[in-house]
């Protein structure tokens, strides 16, 4: 998949989330256009890209929009819902399934909606952004790892059944991301700081997820807290983000 020349859309695109530094990253490397979509498209700085706004959830405008960015030919999806604490034996039914309406099934409308126009553009490629939690839950973030190990497992399945049309389809996994949002969050749990170390900048891991597409990779780990919970998978050892579930834990 060569960004130089390409359409891009990017879901859930916000104030100096991972969403908008793919944005800024695509532009830069020459990409012909680039949609930033957003359930609030006025939060949206998103200077050279056009502005849509998209609720995933919304099968209406998921079809207005794969209609709209008919010149597509690569998808991002990007958008994802965490509720903190948030737990399956005693959680708010309706917190769940929004986290695996927008994680899961929003991403899936996404993909069955513009399957058809990649096709049509000669292939391109589609990145689903997924977490490390997939693979090594944290105490309090259960319900979003299981929402998380589901697009994975979906990803994979997507991969074999695109094939055949030409388009690339890869996954992108990190653990935490200096985002604002994941800072105050990590700021709250450990304190001021304390796990600032652990943390990758969002540039960084959007320009690996970038070279990883360019190179073809179907599965791009952008941290070293994911390679460690993807090792971690086939052995005894337990991973650098699953140490953390036991130090510290997020208020439910």
Same mark, same amino acid.
């Given at each position: 998949?060569?960004?130089?020349? *390409?359409?891009?859309?990017?879901?859930?695109?916000?104030?100096?989330?991972?969403?908008?530094?793919?944005?800024?990253?695509?532009?830069?490397?020459?990409?012909?256009?680039?949609?930033?979509?957003?359930?609030?498209?006025?939060?949206?700085?998103?200077?050279?890209?056009?502005?849509?706004?998209?609720?995933?959830?919304?099968?209406?405008?998921?079809?207005?929009?794969?209609? !709209?960015?008919?010149?597509?030919?690569?998808?991002?999806?990007?958008?994802?819902?965490?509720?903190?604490?948030?737990?399956?034996?005693?959680?708010?039914?309706?917190?769940?399934?929004?986290?695996?309406?927008?994680?899961?099934?929003?991403?899936?409308?996404?993909? !069955?909606?513009?399957?058809?126009?990649? @096709?049509?553009?000669?292939?391109?490629?589609?990145?689903?952004?997924?977490?490390?939690?997939?693979?090594?839950?944290?105490?309090?973030?259960?319900?979003?790892?299981?929402?998380?190990?589901?697009?994975?497992?979906?990803?994979?399945?997507?991969?074999?059944?695109?094939?055949?049309?030409?388009?690339?389809?890869?996954?992108?996994?990190?653990?935490?991301? *200096?985002?604002?949002?994941?800072?105050?969050?990590?700021?709250?749990?450990?304190?001021?700081?304390?796990?600032?170390?652990?943390?990758?900048?969002?540039?960084?891991?959007?320009? !690996?997820?970038?070279?990883?597409?360019?190179?073809?990779?179907?599965?791009?780990? @952008?941290?070293?807290?994911?390679?460690?919970?993807? @090792?971690?998978?086939?052995?005894?050892?337990?991973?650098?983000?699953?140490?953390? *579930?036991?130090?510290?834990?997020?208020?439910?």
């Amino acid at each position: 998949m060569k960004i130089e020349g *390409s359409t891009a859309l990017v879901t859930g695109v916000g104030a100096g989330n991972l969403g908008h530094h793919f944005v800024q990253h695509l532009l830069e490397r020459g990409a012909k256009r680039v949609y930033a979509t957003a359930r609030r498209p006025e939060n949206v700085d998103a200077p050279g890209a056009e502005v849509l706004q998209l609720d995933m959830t919304d099968q209406r405008a998921v079809a207005e929009a794969a209609v !709209r960015a008919h010149d597509v030919d690569l998808l991002i999806n990007n958008a994802s819902v965490n509720v903190p604490g948030l737990t399956f034996t005693d959680g708010d039914p309706d917190l769940i399934r929004r986290q695996f309406d927008t994680n899961v099934y929003g991403t899936l409308a996404m993909v !069955r909606a513009f399957a058809p126009t990649l @096709a049509a553009n000669g292939g391109g490629a589609i990145l689903n952004v997924l977490s490390a939690a997939a693979w090594s839950t944290v105490d309090g973030l259960a319900v979003y790892a299981a929402s998380k190990a589901a697009l994975w497992s979906m990803t994979n399945s997507l991969r074999g059944e695109l094939a055949g049309q030409g388009t690339l389809v890869s996954s992108l996994v990190f653990g935490m991301a *200096s985002t604002p949002v994941m800072t105050a969050l990590a700021d709250s749990i450990a304190g001021p700081g304390a796990l600032a170390e652990l943390m990758t900048d969002p540039g960084v891991i959007v320009a !690996r997820a970038l070279d990883g597409l360019e190179a073809g990779h179907t599965e791009i780990l @952008a941290d070293q807290l994911a390679v460690d919970a993807k @090792a971690a998978l086939s052995g005894d050892e337990k991973s650098a983000y699953r140490a953390l *579930s036991e130090e510290y834990s997020i208020p439910r």
